[in-house]
């Protein structure tokens, strides 16, 4: 059983300051790819790869953020070729994996998201509250949350902080960041809680004002929905007959699009005369398990697991799909930020 910390990785600089969320559940999940190759798309400080490789099984870790190389690095030394590491984006894992390997993945596990890490350090711009650069990106590519509060319109900021904040005072805050910006740049993470503190007020005890907003700009400055989305494509395309795909989401939008792309199936046929027939889609993936939850002795030592959401299924025979949208729930798709901002 995973004690909550033994899987943690040491480097020269110290021992990873991350506690995998849920992992014993996704060990479980991935069981009957332990034999095999399994991709970690989001590799982070590689919690879930090292007790991968500790039960025995290959691992290529994917993630888009340069800070987790040491990590990656520590596994090299550890387990030498059983572990790759490549530099990039899970939407791509399917290609990223041929880099390092021509052999049959068995298994790809997702556990979506912002890292503590990231989080943590206050120049990375995650956190409203620690003072640093309004930055908020992940890779080093694409605008900033800067960009995109000091540039956007006000319609577009307050769609983005609705759509993936779920706020309801979205145009108040909207507002306030444009009326704040005509005398100065907002470009710091507490000067953005301020205006919103400043635009909302504060309740005694409950959650800073700041927080919804600061999750939507965070998902729109990583293009997290789409992303996600394009990573569950992907995995449909990496893996083979009875391959696994493990996936952790932390808010119910997330989770949302996962439950509805391993539903996805068209009903059989139409019964309208006056629409074409339409072939009933075969099922690309056989549940294996319902959706968990962590449990209690985890939400003790880390009180983060609260939101967490796993979801597993195993691939049929079926060919992979086309990339879509349709019928996947995505919020803010009609946002079209690359258009708005640059492509990341
Ligand atoms: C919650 S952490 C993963 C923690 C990891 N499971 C562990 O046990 O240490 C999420 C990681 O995924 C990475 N990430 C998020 N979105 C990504 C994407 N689209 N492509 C690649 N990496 C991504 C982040 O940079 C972060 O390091």
């Known amino acids: 059983m995973n004690n909550g910390n033994g899987n943690q990785i040491e480097t020269e600089k110290g021992v990873a300051p991350h506690m995998s969320v849920m992992l014993d559940e996704v060990l479980d999940a991935l069981e009957p790819a332990m034999a095999g190759l399994i991709v970690d798309g989001t590799f982070g400080a590689g919690g879930y790869s090292k007790a991968l490789l500790d039960a025995g099984a290959q691992v290529i ?28 984006r899970f939407s791509e894992l399917d290609e990223l994996s041929k880099q390092v390997s021509d052999q049959k993945i068995d298994a790809v596990v997702l556990d979506i998201g912002v890292s503590s890490m990231q989080l943590d350090e206050g120049e990375r711009g995650f956190s ?26 006000e319609r577009l900021l307050s769609d983005i902080i609705f759509a993936f904040g779920e706020e309801k005072r979205a145009r108040r805050i909207a507002k ?5 910006r005509v005398e100065a740049p907002i470009t710091t993470t507490l000067a953005l809680a301020d205006i919103i503190e400043q635009a909302v007020g504060r309740k005694p005890g409950g959650n800073h004002p700041a927080t919804r907003t600061f999750q939507a700009i965070r998902i729109a400055v990583n293009r997290e929905m789409d992303e996600l989305v394009r990573g569950l494509f992907a995995a449909e395309r990496a893996l083979g007959e009875n391959g696994t795909l493990v996936v952790v989401t932390f808010h ?3 989770d949302r699009i996962v439950k509805r792309f391993f539903d996805a199936k068209k009903s059989a046929g139409t019964t309208s005369r006056h ?5 009933a889609e075969p099922m690309r993936w056989r549940k294996i398990s319902k959706p968990k939850k962590a449990a209690e002795n ?28 349709d019928g996947l729930g995505v919020p803010g798709a009609k946002l079209n930020i690359d258009k708005i901002l640059g492509a990341v």
């Open 275 to 279: 629409m074409p027939f339409e072939a």
């Open 128 to 153: 409203f509250m620690r003072d640093g650069p309004l930055d908020m990106r992940m890779g080093a590519r694409g605008e900033s949350a800067a960009d995109l509060v000091n540039n956007a319109n």
């Open 252 to 254: 119910s939008l997330e």
């Open 61 to 88: 870790g994917v993630d888009q953020d340069k800070n987790v190389q040491q990590f990656a690095d520590a596994l090299n030394v550890e387990f030498g070729d059983r572990f790759s590491f490549v530099m990039g």
């Open 176 to 180: 306030a960041i444009i009326d704040a």
């Open 298 to 325: 985890e939400l003790m030592r880390n009180p983060r697991a609260r939101s967490a959401t796993l979801r597993s299924a195993q691939r049929t025979g079926h060919a992979p799909r086309e990339f879509s949208y």
